[in-house]
Structure formats: structure tokens, C-alpha cells
């Protein structure tokens, strides 16, 4: 069946870091790719998605592009702020049609 | 507010006693799906909804889970005999699924805890 699989965490940077959460999947035929956030006290939020192979998701600094021959969807922020701390998940919709997150990764990111 | 709502966000209860949730999705949506979430884990799939037809229904459902959505717009997720595992946060989501890529959208969810 569909998978995802997130790099360990917690991951703890300092503000303006470099921010780069590995993120791999297995499927078939060519699923959607999503990043979900959750803040602090929140609900789950789309942060970005890619619907095709070499699709770049964005939004508030973060991107992901999709990557077919590696299975691949990895997020990165150039320069991270205290407010981006939260939890990550990588997730996909497969070809029937059910949505599989990983296990999610969190994030903290000192002053 | 045209958000996917759920009720209770809370629920204490006591092993053995039978407890339900309700989620409503949005207005438009005709896709619901219903997530358990335990602490440092991710969403785990439980069942899903197109309109009122039950399309699929994880082995983790046990036959004390039931799950309904009878007119195709509000789903009630009943948990009977409750055991002290079944302690979690339980997601609902809704999505307009016309297209496989389409975003699905979460409530703020129900935390259950058993004693």
C-alpha cells in the first residue's frame, strides 16, 4: 500500500537557518504530494502541494518540488522564523483516492 | 464559519461506556474522512465517506468503531466499550473530491480520553 516516510526529528534551528525535512514516499501510478502543518494548539493546514512529477509547491517561504525518479517531496525554507515552530507532515493521495501521512517531524526554532 | 467543525473537542470518559463525535464538513464537500492521531504520530486513517457510502474501512477499525454518515453531509464516529487505548485525538476531514489532487481540509478534532 501507499507509505510515507519523514526523516526522524524533533529538529531544533536557530532563526534564520536553512531548513531542509527529508521526505520519501512509495505509490502507484503518480499520487499528489502534500506538506501539512500544525501549529501549536491548531488544526491540521495545507501548506503546499504538487500534483505532477517536477511540480514546486509554495507558500510563506517554504517550497517542495516533486521528484518521480527519486519518490521524493522534500520541504525547505531558506530562512526559518520563530513562528514556523510546529509539527510537519509529508502526505500524499494515492489512486484510491485516501489520503497517508507520514509520521511527521517537529520543528522548533530558537530566537 | 464555513470550516470543518467537530463535537465535542473534548470527551473524558470511563472504560466500557460507548461515546460518539459528529463532523461536519463543508457545505459542498462530498468526501469526509475520519483520522485517529496519537501523540508524536501521524494522522492514522480510520474510514472514509463519498457522499453517504462508506468507500473503505481500515483493518486498525475495530467492530467497536462504527462510523455513519447517513444524508451525506454531517458523520457520526461512535467508539463502543471504550478501552483505555482508544485514548487519541480523532481528525475528521472533508475534501471536494472531483480531482484525486484536491485539498482536504481538517476540524480542530476531538481529544478522547478513557479512564
Known amino acids: 500500500g501507499d507509505s510515507v516516510t519523514q526523516m526522524e526529528g524533533p529538529v531544533t534551528l536557530s532563526e534564520e537557518a536553512f531548513l531542509t525535512i527529508n521526505c520519501t514516499y512509495t505509490?502507484?501510478?503518480?499520487?499528489?504530494l502534500f506538506w501539512y502543518v500544525q501549529y501549536p494548539g491548531e488544526g491540521l493546514q495545507l501548506l503546499l502541494k504538487?500534483?505532477?512529477?517536477?511540480d514546486k509547491g509554495s507558500n510563506k517561504g517554504f517550497e517542495a518540488t516533486y521528484r518521480k525518479e527519486t519518490t521524493s517531496f522534500h520541504l525547505e525554507k531558506g530562512s526559518v522564523q520563530v513562528s514556523d515552530s510546529a509539527v510537519y507532515f509529508c502526505?500524499?493521495?494515492?489512486?484510491?483516492?485516501?489520503?497517508?501521512f507520514g509520521k511527521g517531524i517537529t520543528l522548533s526554532v530558537r530566537p | 464559519d464555513t470550516g470543518v467543525s467537530q463535537d465535542p473537542r473534548h470527551k473524558i470518559t470511563k472504560r466500557g461506556q460507548n461515546v460518539t463525535f459528529r463532523c461536519d464538513p463543508i457545505s459542498e464537500h462530498n468526501r469526509l474522512y475520519w483520522y485517529r492521531q496519537t501523540l508524536g504520530q501521524g494522522p492514522e486513517f480510520l474510514t472514509y465517506f463519498q457522499n453517504e457510502a462508506q468507500l473503505e474501512k481500515s483493518r486498525l477499525l475495530s467492530d467497536r468503531f462504527s462510523a455513519e454518515r447517513p444524508k451525506g453531509s454531517f458523520s457520526t464516529l461512535e467508539i463502543q466499550r471504550t478501552e483505555q487505548g482508544d485514548s487519541a485525538m480523532y481528525l475528521c476531514a472533508s475534501s471536494l473530491a472531483n480531482q484525486m489532487n484536491t485539498e482536504a481540509f481538517f476540524g480542530q478534532g476531538t481529544r478522547l480520553t478513557v479512564v
Open positions: 502526505a500524499l493521495v494515492g489512486a484510491n483516492s485516501k489520503l497517508t
Open positions: 505509490a502507484t501510478g503518480y499520487p499528489s
Open positions: 504538487a500534483t505532477k512529477a517536477d
